[in-house]
């Protein structure tokens, strides 16, 4: 397993070098804005299913009760502290109206679960420590339509409670459900190996849709008389929050496994789907992808510092 700064940084390059190529290829035409949406799709409903299927079905690490139970209420928790510490310290970095507060929390408060910490799990712990990224994620898909939701519309839930229920999360309940049939050894062979196919090629393209719609999306975005605002999602995401995680990686009694689920999450830049969300429940999109885009360049050299200290300090 890769330690020192330089060793962690080469472990994490790949997964930039994926959404720049992505960037690229957009810029240079050979990937277009209308083919995104049918490759979301097939990302979101069958590739990445694919690969829970085969990351849980036969999994040590899910015979751990720690594991199982602990790991979606350290995912919901993790999301919550990040939504109350950044809509308390918002107005510390200037903001005050009530949009702009909302969305910075919002955006800032909600790590990289998925496309970013995936790749980084699998590369530096393998399958048994990303069976438990999926049921951690269970938690913070819970948090995200409900409390954040709530937090960036300003009101009640409503019918945010469906969103939860989308076809990756679906798949974790089934796959964990197959899991404890023992379906590894009598789902036929070839039908495995289909899913694990499909499932390989899941991550590099969604890394490469991402990088396209950063090229779409950064075009538009001004940094100018913005300052502020994103030191302070740099702060709070990749500084104060970080310390936070760690803390709780070292003190909580766990399994290794989730331990170093919350190690890689502690290092993890904002997610991208508040700038979606923002859109749509009225919140300020321009500030939510302004944060997502700087702390993801500044996560690049981030992201290996806090993944060493975590291992260093907390183990695992």
Not at 20 to 25: D, K, N, P, R
Not at 47 to 59: A, R, S, Y
Not at 224 to 238: E, M, T, Y
Request: proline share 6%; hydrophobic share 55%.
């Amino acid at each position: 397993m890769p330690t020192t700064y330089l060793q962690l940084l080469a472990a994490v390059a790949p997964v930039f070098v994926m959404i720049g190529a992505g960037w690229g290829f957009r810029r240079l035409g050979g990937l277009t804005a209308e083919a995104d949406r049918s490759l979301l799709r097939l990302v979101v409903n069958l590739l990445f299913p694919c690969l829970i299927l085969d990351t849980v079905l036969g999994n040590r690490a899910l015979g751990e009760m720690g594991n199982l139970l602990l790991a979606p209420a350290v995912g919901f928790g993790t999301v919550a502290l990040g939504y109350g510490l950044s809509y308390v310290a918002a107005p510390l970095f200037g903001i005050r109206d009530a949009r702009a507060r909302r969305t910075f929390a919002f955006t800032t408060g909600l790590y990289n679960y998925g496309y970013l910490a995936l790749p980084m799990v699998q590369s530096l712990f393998g399958a048994p420590t990303s069976g438990v990224l999926f049921i951690h994620n269970i938690g913070v898909e819970i948090c995200l339509w409900t409390l954040g939701v709530m937090l960036i519309r300003g009101a009640g839930p409503r019918s945010s409670w469906r969103q939860v229920l989308n076809a990756p999360v679906v798949t974790i309940l089934l796959a964990v459900a197959l899991h404890f049939a023992g379906g590894r050894t009598w789902l036929p062979p070839f039908l495995l190996t289909a899913v694990k196919g499909l499932g390989a090629a899941g991550l590099p393209l969604a890394l490469l849709l991402t990088g396209a719609t950063f090229a779409d999306e950064a075009r538009g975005v001004r940094l100018a008389g913005h300052f502020a605002d994103s030191l302070g999602a740099c702060l709070l995401r990749l500084g104060l929050l970080p310390i936070a995680f760690l803390l709780l990686a070292r003190w909580l009694p766990c399994p290794d496994e989730l331990r170093r689920v919350i190690i890689v999450q502690a290092a993890m830049p904002c997610g991208m789907i508040p700038v979606i969300l923002a859109k749509h429940y009225g919140g300020d999109p321009a500030l939510a992808l302004r944060i997502v885009l700087v702390t993801t360049l500044a996560a690049l050299l981030t992201i290996p510092l806090w993944i060493q200290i975590g291992l260093r300090w907390v183990g695992g």
